[in-house]
């Protein structure tokens, strides 16, 4: 297990199999090898969330822990995207684990609503805008895309949220990492519902997505929770 407990080993150990995963994509029409690559992806990732979090709240532990597992089903069914049931089976595995992942980042600090302006404006925009160009080709998936980007954005306002809880590390690489999965989602609906192939989506999706995945644990997992009313911080001893 050392190879997990030091973070610039596993580094290397998992961009080298996203990399792996990647080559096979684009060059062996099987997908026999992948479902050893891309599920691997996942499974390093909650060994490395398991032996390395500082998680204090069981429940918070556990959302993280079902929102990783929720996300390697979802990689295993969309592995066979060209059945629509798996697809569909697939989309709503992942919708789970992002819902899991917004628990995972939710917070009871107070807040102002007009500082959530901004990213509220940014959410309601961002979906009009992909719905706007995919809305002629989505015919019954209407409702599961809209479902999907409203979840997607309700992760990305709950990172947003935990500015005043976390250190500005973790909460850096965590909105980063949301971000990455934002736009990894993106180019996936404009690739099946708008474009195929569009912004090179067999290498630009897979590769946001794995970077996304990596920077929210590693983010997560790093994380230093800020003492109210302190000017300190403690490794996640809030229990919620």
Known sequence: M?????KRIFSVLYFSILLLDIILKLNIDTISFRLITKPFLMISLLVYYILNHKEKSKNKFLFMIIALS?????????????????FTLGMFSFVLGKLFFAFKFSNQNDFKLIKLFPILSFCF???LIILNIVYDKLEGYFFPVLFYLFVAMLVLQFAYLRKSEVDRKSYLIVGLGVLFSVFSDS???LHVFYSEGIFYEKVTV???YGISQYLIVTGIVSE?????????????????
């Open 2 to 6: 050392f190879i997990f407990k030091n």
């Open 70 to 86: 929720l996300f390697l089903v979802g990689d295993i069914l969309f592995i066979f995207k060209n059945i629509s049931v798996l």
């Open 125 to 127: 925009i961002y979906i």
């Open 187 to 189: 180019i996936s609906v």
């Open 206 to 208: 897979i590769l946001l």
């Open 224 to 240: 230093k929770i800020i003492k109210k009313n302190k000017n300190l911080y403690e490794d996640n001893i809030l229990e919620i």
